[in-house]
Nanobody, 122 residues
């Protein structure tokens, strides 16, 4: 199983970016999917999380600016980031709790994608 994130880049403060993360491989089902970020010199932190049923939660710092969504048919999670601030600059990582295998046998694993860099400039 792999998670492939994309969509990072350089954007001016106040602008928008949309991150995508696709899960592929021997996937039976996907439980929660989320986005984390790590800024230089800081610990990795949760940005947003969405359950398989679509319930979402956000870090206080991004509430009202970021929106997480998912397409279960495509095994994809998105992060729409609006009104970006300088402090949003970080490497963004996607994460998913995946049931690996087939209907007759599957087990849960936690997966991380390689990060995608988001740089917000003034």
């Amino acid at each position: 199983v792999q998670l492939q994130a994309s969509g990072g880049g350089l954007v001016q403060a106040g602008g928008s970016l949309r991150l995508s993360c696709v899960a592929s491989g021997s996937i039976f089902s996907i439980d929660a999917m989320g986005w984390y970020r790590q800024a230089p010199g800081k610990e990795r932190e949760l940005v947003a999380l969405i359950t398989s049923g679509g319930s979402a939660k956000y870090a206080d710092s991004v509430k009202g600016r970021f929106t997480i969504s998912r397409d279960n048919a495509k095994n994809t999670v998105y992060l729409q980031m609006d009104t970006l601030k300088l402090e949003d600059t970080a490497v963004y990582y996607c994460n998913a709790d995946i049931q690996v295998g087939v209907p007759t046998y599957h087990y849960g694993m936690d997966y991380w994608g390689k990060g995608t860099l988001v740089t917000v400039s003034s």
